[in-house]
């Protein structure tokens, strides 16, 4: 085995890969896991996958006979996928058979042919080798070249991979071919590729994109016809002014907005591509409604709100949102409308009540300002210094919200009693909220057994008390 290989694939993938090998071999290892491998790096991807020329219909038989619990035929007609039990990556396999061109035998290389980039058309047959690298993808690699194995003919009868070549620009943070990146631009997706478009974006939003390369990159990938043609609504915006003062559109600032925000200061329950989606989408129903001015002569669109959901929703349709997600949108869109960077403990409390992901509404809301204040040239010092304010009053009020009272202790008050052997006093009160906080660390602490552990170590730790107090 390659050093590379051992080093990026842990004990259990190798074990995988052996048993796989025994059962269905000879295996061929190619995509993700063989890509961040080569690069010395860690296997990152969430799939595994394989190739093998036995038949699948027999790789099937063959894996459910020896202990392998399920196996589903993939999305692709020529695979399998191995489910596996397990949180941590990978939790799939992919088993597919060689692709090969009319007339041509199937074979590692001749799959290889049928890749998209080469940084993915390479594969290592397990364990011992060799490396196949007919189009040089290890040397691109190296170099962060991101080139379509085969130019615009790459694209014939697959084109959402014009979008997964934008995606790896940014995986890799590479330098794209300049011809191959006008064939990604050019590719006009038809509504049936609604879903995988979806999917690719949903990768894209969820890497950091900060390098100035990757924020230009993603700025041209916008331009294309892909983008276009899936997301026409957010192209209207282009007529949107968004300052009576400034040439901005809405959609650009959507876009500016979308840039700006990351993953630093979310917590779990909400994903950082549902955030960018709700930046990208949350003034649509600017374009189809009339433009007025308030009274202090700012732009006005009123009831672009309610359009904006409408316009949301023939998106969700169109990219096959699920229901879930596209509630959650809604509601972080909704929410931004709502809040600004000064709001009360009353509103943020309900937030936190009604299960929104408070942290995530709120940096919407600062990266709209953010954006906002460039358009205006105002200095956005308060502006961040107010939002990391908000972001403290959100972990205040989240413990607050979350912690335990001292009647949801394991243990009462009488049985403190009965352990302490004091009169009632302001001592117990104290011994109560002590032991909140030391069960609000981690709340399967909350036992009666390591509770009565927590009360002896405070009463050694109370010698004042007990050398003024009097046992019962």
């Given at each position: 085995?390659?050093?590379?290989?051992?080093?990026?694939?842990?004990?259990?993938?190798?074990?995988?890969?052996?048993?796989?090998?025994?059962?269905?071999?000879?295996?061929?290892?190619?995509?993700?896991?063989?890509?961040?491998?080569?690069?010395?790096?860690?296997?990152?991807?969430?799939?595994?996958?394989?190739?093998?020329?036995?038949?699948?219909?027999?790789?099937?038989?063959?894996?459910?006979?020896?202990?392998?619990?399920?196996?589903?035929?993939?999305?692709?007609?020529?695979?399998?996928?191995?489910?596996?039990?397990?949180?941590?990556?990978?939790?799939?396999?992919?088993?597919?058979?060689?692709?090969?061109?009319?007339?041509?035998?199937?074979?590692?290389?001749?799959?290889?042919?049928?890749?998209?980039?080469?940084?993915?058309?390479?594969?290592?047959?397990?364990?011992?080798?060799?490396?196949?690298?007919?189009?040089?993808?290890?040397?691109?690699?190296?170099?962060?070249?991101?080139?379509?194995?085969?130019?615009?003919?790459?694209?014939?009868?697959?084109?959402?991979?014009?979008?997964?070549?934008?995606?790896?620009?940014?995986?890799?943070?590479?330098?794209?071919?300049?011809?191959?990146?006008?064939?990604?631009?050019?590719?006009?997706?038809?509504?049936?590729?609604?879903?995988?478009?979806?999917?690719?974006?949903?990768?894209?939003?969820?890497?950091?994109?900060?390098?100035?390369?990757?924020?230009?990159?993603?700025?041209?990938?916008?331009?294309?016809?892909?983008?276009?043609?899936?997301?026409?609504?957010?192209?209207?915006?282009?007529?949107?002014?968004?300052?009576?003062?400034?040439?901005?559109?809405?959609?650009?600032?959507?876009?500016?907005?979308?840039?700006?925000?990351?993953?630093?200061?979310?917590?779990?329950?909400?994903p950082l591509f549902d955030l960018r989606w709700a930046s990208l989408l949350h003034e649509l129903g600017k374009a189809v409604c009339t433009v007025e001015r308030d009274a202090s002569g700012a732009l006005d669109y009123p009831g672009y709100e309610e359009e904006t959901i409408r316009l949301m929703g023939n998106v969700f349709?169109?990219?096959?949102?699920?229901?879930?997600?596209?509630?959650?949108?809604?509601?972080?869109?909704?929410?931004?409308?709502?809040?600004?960077?000064?709001?009360?403990?009353?509103?943020?409390?309900?937030?936190?009540?009604?299960?929104?992901?408070?942290?995530?509404?709120?940096?919407?809301?600062?990266?709209?300002?953010?954006?906002?204040?460039?358009?205006?040239?105002?200095?956005?010092?308060?502006?961040?210094?107010?939002?990391?304010?908000?972001?403290?009053?959100?972990?205040?009020?989240?413990?607050?919200?979350?912690?335990?009272?001292?009647?949801?202790?394991?243990?009462?008050?009488?049985?403190?009693?009965?352990?302490?052997?004091?009169?009632?006093?302001?001592?117990?009160?104290?011994?109560?909220?002590?032991?909140?906080?030391?069960?609000?660390?981690?709340?399967?602490?909350?036992?009666?057994?390591?509770?009565?552990?927590?009360?002896?170590?405070?009463?050694?730790?109370?010698?004042?008390?007990?050398?003024?107090?009097?046992?019962?």
């Open positions: 085995m390659i050093p590379s290989l051992e080093k990026g694939l842990t004990l259990f993938v190798q074990d995988l890969l052996d048993d796989l090998n025994r059962l269905i071999g000879p295996v061929y290892l190619v995509g993700g896991a063989l890509r961040d491998c080569v690069r010395d790096g860690p296997f990152l991807s969430r799939d595994l996958n394989i190739l093998v020329p036995r038949p699948l219909t027999e790789c099937s038989e063959l894996l459910l006979e020896n202990g392998y619990e399920s196996v589903v035929v993939g999305t692709r007609h020529n695979s399998l996928l191995l489910p596996l039990k397990r949180q941590d990556h990978p939790n799939t396999v992919e088993i597919s058979t060689f692709r090969h061109r009319p007339g041509q035998k199937p074979t590692i290389t001749e799959d290889l042919r049928h890749r998209d980039i080469t940084a993915n058309a390479m594969a290592y047959k397990w364990p011992d080798g060799p490396l196949y690298d007919p189009f040089d993808g290890q040397a691109d690699l190296a170099a962060r070249r991101v080139r379509f194995v085969d130019g615009s003919d790459t694209l014939e009868g697959d084109p959402p991979r014009g979008m997964r070549f934008f995606r790896f620009l940014f995986e890799l943070d590479g330098y794209p071919d300049d011809a191959d990146v006008q064939h990604a631009e050019q590719v006009k997706l038809p509504a049936s590729y609604g879903k995988r478009f979806r999917g690719e974006m949903d990768r894209i939003f969820d890497l950091p994109l900060q390098s100035i390369r990757q924020r230009g990159l993603f700025l041209r990938m916008f331009e294309s016809q892909s983008v276009k043609s899936m997301l026409p609504e957010l192209e209207a915006l282009r007529i949107v002014q968004e300052e009576s003062d400034n040439s901005a559109d809405a959609r650009q600032s959507c876009l500016d907005m979308l840039l700006q925000l990351d993953d630093r200061y979310l917590e779990d329950r909400i349709k169109r990219l096959s949102f699920s229901n879930r997600r596209s509630r959650r949108i809604e509601s972080l869109v909704r929410n931004l409308w709502l809040f600004n960077l000064n709001p009360t403990e009353r509103s943020m409390k309900r937030l936190l009540e009604n299960n929104v992901p408070m942290e995530g509404v709120f940096q919407l809301v600062w990266s709209k300002c953010r954006v906002h204040a460039n358009l205006k040239s105002v200095d956005r010092r308060e502006i961040d210094e107010n939002f990391f304010q908000i972001l403290r009053r959100c972990k205040v009020l989240r413990k607050e919200l979350s912690r335990i009272s001292s009647h949801e202790l394991a243990l009462s008050g009488g049985d403190m009693l009965d352990l302490v052997r004091l009169p009632p006093g302001p001592w117990l009160s104290q011994l109560q909220e002590w032991l909140v906080d030391w069960v609000m660390v981690d709340l399967h602490r909350n036992q009666r057994k390591p509770l009565e552990d927590q009360v002896t170590a405070w009463m050694l730790s109370q010698n004042d008390l007990f050398s003024t107090q009097k046992y019962k």
